[in-house]
């Protein structure tokens, strides 16, 4: 029953992301905002593993992998989006590097985990990537149409996440297949925290205004995005090929986009409606059994 339900879970919880970071920002720094929620994240999941009497794990080498596979896949991957948003990297290219993330799993899966995919799952990781370019392709003419001047790094860093965030899945279907997934994301939000909070030092003022809205944005981050999008997450990659749990990121601006007309009123436009018709087939192909 979890096997049918978690992929559509997790593209629900985790789209809602964007939304909390657009509530977010207002009233925290994002590199603060985000180093409050990997501490946060790490005690929750601690103390569900005390309830439910989880088992540790011993192995020294398990518990690096664990908190080095945090870093990339929380850690450098949050804070470079979070940030180059917030330098000005406009949602349409942000859209299109993440929309990236599939076809380079799909290009690198077989030479580091040895995952070989399926004509018909290479067809549909085309297919969903062409319908991305159609869904968010009037934000991408206007992007290119005022220019990237002055943006030049913070795409750079853009990029570099969406690297992080696809070694990290990468790497957490090759050294993390054993082990119990409640301890493994302990392990992970721990390195994520000691990656984010030098960079919040570095780089921001620490600011937090404690309003009800980032309170909230918080505990939703935490319980809703951290523990339940990222907790499937894991179960996804270590069920299935990580290209299948990859696919599913090219439904995020899509679903973000119906969330964001619901919510704020924002329209939905005639190049998302098709494209996301389109995305849909091309995960569809790619997650489709045999």
Known sequence: ??????????VLLWSTGWLVAKLAVAHADPLTFLAARHALAAIAFACLCVVVGTRWPRS?????????????LHGLYLAGIWWAIGQGVPAGLSG???????????????????????????????IGFAGILIAISPQLFDTFEHGLVGLGLP??????????????????KRHLQQGDLLSIAVL????????TLPLALVLE???????????????????????????LL?????RGQVSRAASLIYLMPPVVAI???????????????VGTIIVVCGVYLVNRKA
């Not at 894991?234 to 270590?238: A, E, G, N, Q, V």
């Not at 969330?259 to 409606?273: Q, V």
């Open 234 to 238: 894991l179960y996804l990659i270590r």
């Open 205 to 231: 003022d620490l600011r937090f205004d404690w309003s009800g809205e980032v309170i909230f944005a918080m505990a939703w981050s935490v319980f809703g995005i951290s523990m339940g999008a990222v907790g």
């Open 60 to 72: 020294r080498r398990v518990i690096v992998h664990g908190v080095v596979s945090g870093m990339f």
């Open 188 to 195: 992970q939000f721990i390195g994520a925290f000691i990656l």
């Open 155 to 172: 795409v750079m860093v853009n990029l570099a996440a969406m690297l992080s965030v696809t070694y990290g899945t990468l790497y957490q």
């Open 96 to 126: 299109i590097i993440a929309g990236l993330q599939p076809l380079l799993t799909a290009a690198v899966a077989p030479l580091m985990i040895s995952e070989r995919l399926r004509p018909r799952q290479k067809v549909g990781i085309i």
């Open 1 to 10: 029953m979890l096997d049918r339900l978690a992929p559509a879970l997790f």
């Open 259 to 273: 969330e964001a007309f619901f919510l704020f009123g924002e329209p939905l436009t005639l190049p998302m409606i």
